[in-house]
């Protein structure tokens, strides 16, 4: 991920609505996320699947913002932007803090 450009993302329709629909002062657009995923470094991630990830991106002590992406190709590497969704961040911390 640390290797990637904005040109390497590609916003499906159904994340632009999903961004519309979810708007906040921090994410007003497809852009802000964009810029999080490229200059942030992620708090977690998990695979779903063989071509789908779930990217964490710590926002406070409080939220967290997850993205799903899926690889579009792999030579070279894109991926399509899924969807996004600002989540509590005690969905992430184990009970122990650790």
Known sequence: MSEISAS???????????????????????????????????VGIS??????????YKLDDDYDLTVIISIRTLNPITFNLVTSIIENSSKRIREDNE
Request: no cysteine; hydrophobic share 35%; glycine share 0%.
């Open 47 to 56: 695979k779903q699947n063989e071509t789908k990830f779930k990217i964490i």
């Open 8 to 42: 390497d993302l590609y916003s499906s329709q159904h994340f632009e609505l999903r961004v519309r629909q979810r708007k906040t002062k921090m994410f007003p657009d497809v852009t802000s996320i964009i810029s999080i995923i490229l200059t942030d470094k992620p």
